[in-house]
Every structure is written in structure tokens, then in C-alpha cells.
């Protein structure tokens, strides 16, 4: 190593957060030159990490501190502003000084007053280093039960604020809360009403491009957006904010929400009806409904398929005893087929078959929807109690410690014993047909895509069964069995007699 006298010198600097003046990247290279000037040394190359947590980023994942020890200088120190410039964790900071030593180098810290070179020095670095990760835990718990304890409260901490909603001053004391934004709601609403209809996420892209909705911010700086993205809307949707819920997932240090949200004191979610747009129950529909779609319209264009969703889940193989198979979708010879996943049978191009024998059968019959309609006890949080119940099995088998798994017993005892409770005040669900204004017929012609086609379809048809049949070119309509729903409204409606018209006026 070269003598102390005849020092050549590598300054490094590290910062966090660019508005923290007192540790600033500038004072840092400045008191680094000042200092290495004072004793007669050379600074001969500098390297710096801006915007970078030294909690998160181990010194050899930085762009800065690489480019450092990639460096083709010659040095043999480098000088740093302060040890928790360098690491936030003893084992980072160890090992950074190993690779140091492996290359004859030491380390300086100028605020410590600290050189690596002498035993002195890396006994009183040992301690120093384990103040900086005593301090930055110190910090992070602090900062998390500040968050913890706003969210509880209602407030906003910080951070990103979902698309259709901002903040505004706390009625009710100091800080901000969530607020639904009446200029951008209405297509925040306008997108989760097509997808519960069974729109498919990307014909809502389009939606939102048509009528010009107002773009999300940027997520990068000097990003300039043309129009809707697939995987923002997608992400809108599964917001748990639309069902008046705050994500939460202390820990998380990926770029990908978490799914768990702010809970109250048994586990279950706080929940702000002003905030909300849905029923939680229904959000959890909806959102299932997003994950257990195969059509081929949930999804962009590049990655759609190129067969029809008109008739998707109303196929099905009947050549099985025990019970009829859904057929999937697919092509033979490039032409609309369905096949049975386990015997086989395939057959094709049967859409125009369907609706003529839909529109021929049901086209002139008054249109019936069903409806389901639940009138509730006092069993609204069932649902909730259910998916934490589940939350807590997975949680407890994965607890670190026994008194995080002791806390997550409790809790689940407690719930328990409120879903026991809430047993008793279950509610009464009632499937009701309803009556459309509209014919069948009417209704079709009218829908305009393949869901609202399909929404019609389902109101008309239970099923179509395959069975085996002749080979050879041309559809054989005698594989298909249909099974209608109201059977006994089929065909034409008959003119009304005399009477009846005569009856109808009377009345």
C-alpha cells in the first residue's frame, strides 16, 4: 500500500431522498475534497448513488459503487461522508470491507473520523456500523407505525392516489382522506359497470380512448402517454379501493401491489362506504370474474385467440355417463371448433346453427332474465370472516416466531367465534325471474358485441349437448341437443284472438 503522505483517493457519495439538504450529494463530494486536500492526498476518481436506499440496496447492486470497484484507476482508499453512506446492515458493511482488503484498499469515513487502514479503526467501524443499522431499523419503525397508525385513522400518508379519487382536508381533524374525484369517477364507474356486464378489459381500453377520459400521470417523469394501457385499467379494476378498502403491505419492496389491505383489531378489512363504489362482497365478484374468464376477448389484441366467446361455457360433451364435460374452444382447419378435453369429439362452425335455431324457438318470446336477490340478516360480514379465515391458515403456518404465530391464533379464535354469531343471522337468497319489455329477438338485434349477444344467449339457452354423429362435410344438426331455458316458451307466438284483443282493450 502507498504511504499515507502519497494517498490516491476514490470519493464515493450516497443519498436516499434528493431534498435532504444536510447530507446532500454536493456537501458529501465537498467535504471529501476538503478533507482529502487538508492531508496532502489526490482524489483521482468519484463516484456517486443518488436516489438510492442503502436499507434495500446491497453496495454491489448500485449503478455508482460498481462502476467504482469496476474502476481502472489505480487508488488505494476511498473516502466516504459517513459509514451509512457505504451500508445500513453489518453484513453488507463486512463484507464491502473484505472486498476492499482483497484489493489492498481501505476505507475512510470523514464524520466518524475513521481510517480502515489502522486495527483501531476497523474495531471502532464495527461498532459504528452496528449504530447505523440500530438507527435505520429505528427509522423504518417509526415510519411504519406512522403509516399504520394514519391509514387506521383514515389519513393518507402518502404515496400514489388511485385513478378517479384524490385527497382533501380531514373533516374531522388534522392531515388528508380520500375523496372520490367527481371529475374522473364517472369513468372509473363507466369501466366497472362494462366489465360486470361482461365487457372484456381491453374493449374498456377502448371505451376510455373513445370518449377521451382523462390519462393516469405518468409513472415516469417526461413519459408522455397516447392513450389507455390493458394493464392499467386491469389494475384500476382490482383496486380494493373501489370497495372503499386501503392497501396495505408493510414490507413489500416490489414494484407490484400487494393484495392485502388495512384491517381492523379481529383481521377484517376497515372499510369507507364514502370512499367506495361497491359493495366489498361485490368487488370480490368482480374480481373473480376478472380471474376465472378463458375468453379470448379478456385479453389484448396480441394475445387474444382467434375463435368466438359467443358460445363459451354453453358446450358441452354428452358422451359421458356420469356427467356432461364442458367442450373448450378452438380450430380445426382454421375453422371455429369445440373439442371435449377428455374424449375428443370435436365440432365445428355450429354459431350459425345456434342462432337459428335461438332466434326461431325464442326470438318471438318476451324476454326473461333471472335475478338474484339476497335480503340480509345480519350476516353482511360472512363473506369477509371467510376469506380472513383462510388468510390466517396460510399466515400461521408461514409465521416466523412463535408470538407472531400466538397473535395470528388469537385472532383466528376471535374470528371464529364472531362467525359463529354471525351464522345465525344468514341471509335468505331468491333466484327471481324478470320480465323484459323486450322480445328475445328484439334484444339480439340490437346487441351490438359478442357480450351483449351472449348476455342475450343466456337468457334464452341452459346448454348445448354434443354427441357423436356422421363424418364427413356439412354440420350434422342431429349432434346437438338443445336445453332451453323456460321450455315451455318455444317457437311462434300466435296471433291473440278476437276475445283476447277484445279483453285487452276492455282493460
Known amino acids: 500500500m502507498l504511504s499515507c503522505m502519497s494517498r490516491r483517493c476514490a470519493v464515493y457519495a450516497r443519498i436516499s431522498v434528493s431534498s435532504e439538504e444536510s447530507v446532500s450529494i454536493e456537501r458529501q463530494l465537498r467535504a471529501a475534497e476538503q478533507y482529502v486536500a487538508a492531508r496532502g492526498w489526490q482524489v483521482v476518481v468519484t463516484y456517486t448513488d443518488d436516489g438510492v436506499s442503502a436499507t434495500r440496496n446491497r453496495p454491489e447492486d448500485r449503478t455508482g459503487w460498481r462502476a467504482l470497484m469496476d474502476s481502472t484507476e489505480t487508488f488505494d482508499a476511498v ?103 367527481p371529475e374522473r369517477i364517472e369513468y372509473v364507474r363507466g369501466a366497472v359497470e362494462r366489465v360486470q356486464h361482461g365487457a372484456s378489459i381491453y374493449s374498456v381500453v377502448q371505451w376510455l380512448d373513445d370518449v377521451s377520459a382523462p390519462l393516469p400521470r405518468a409513472s415516469q417523469k417526461g413519459r408522455k402517454r397516447t392513450g389507455w394501457h390493458y394493464g392499467t385499467v386491469e389494475r384500476l379494476i382490482r383496486n380494493p379501493v373501489l370497495a372503499g378498502m386501503l392497501p396495505y403491505n408493510p414490507g413489500n419492496a416490489t414494484k407490484v401491489r400487494g393484495e392485502d389491505v388495512v384491517r381492523d383489531e379481529h383481521g377484517l378489512p376497515v372499510v369507507d362506504e364514502k370512499v367506495a363504489l361497491l359493495p366489498v362482497a361485490e368487488w370480490r365478484a368482480l374480481v373473480r370474474q376478472l380471474d376465472e374468464r378463458d375468453s379470448g376477448q379478456s385479453k389484448p389484441r396480441a394475445l387474444r385467440s382467434k375463435t368466438s366467446p359467443l358460445l363459451s361455457g354453453l358446450v358441452w360433451c354428452a358422451m359421458h355417463d356420469d356427467a356432461p364435460v364442458r367442450m373448450h374452444r378452438g380450430t380445426t382447419q382454421k375453422r371455429h371448433s369445440y373439442y371435449c378435453p377428455k374424449c375428443h369429439q370435436a365440432i365445428s362452425n355450429i354459431e350459425p346453427h345456434v342462432i337459428e335455431q335461438f332466434l326461431a324457438l325464442k326470438g318471438e318470446h318476451v324476454r326473461w332474465s333471472v335475478v338474484e336477490e339476497v335480503y340480509e340478516g345480519g350476516a353482511a360480514l360472512l363473506p369477509e370472516i371467510e376469506q380472513r ?99 315451455h316458451q318455444l317457437g311462434a307466438v300466435a296471433a291473440p284472438s278476437d276475445e283476447e284483443l277484445a279483453s285487452w282493450a276492455a282493460s
Open 389 to 487: 379465515l383462510d388468510e390466517l391458515d396460510a399466515a400461521i403456518r408461514g409465521a416466523s416466531s412463535r408470538d407472531e404465530r400466538r397473535r395470528l391464533q388469537d385472532q383466528q379464535a376471535t374470528l371464529l367465534d364472531l362467525r359463529d354469531e354471525k351464522r345465525a343471522e344468514a341471509p335468505q337468497v331468491v333466484l327471481r325471474e324478470v320480465q323484459s319489455t323486450h322480445t328475445y329477438g328484439e334484444d339480439w338485434a340490437e346487441a351490438t358485441t359478442v357480450e351483449e349477444q351472449r348476455a342475450v344467449l343466456d337468457d334464452a339457452l341452459e346448454a348445448i349437448e354434443v354427441r357423436r354423429g356422421r363424418v364427413g362435410r356439412g354440420l350434422d344438426t342431429s349432434r346437438l341437443t338443445f336445453r332451453w331455458k323456460m321450455p
Open 79 to 181: 473516502i466516504i461522508w459517513k459509514i451509512d453512506r457505504l451500508a445500513r446492515r453489518i453484513t453488507d458493511f463486512w463484507s464491502t470491507v473484505q472486498v476492499l482488503e482483497e484489493r489492498d484498499r481501505s476505507l475512510v469515513s470523514i464524520q466518524d473520523n475513521l481510517d480502515m487502514s489502522t486495527t483501531v479503526g476497523q474495531i471502532v467501524a464495527g461498532v459504528m456500523a452496528g449504530f447505523a443499522q440500530m438507527e435505520a431499523e429505528a427509522i423504518r419503525d417509526r415510519v411504519t407505525a406512522a403509516r399504520r397508525h394514519l391509514l387506521h385513522n383514515g389519513r393518507i400518508p402518502g404515496g400514489t392516489i388511485p385513478y378517479g379519487w384524490r385527497t382533501v382536508p380531514n373533516p374531522d381533524g388534522a392531515g388528508r382522506v380520500l375523496a372520490q374525484d
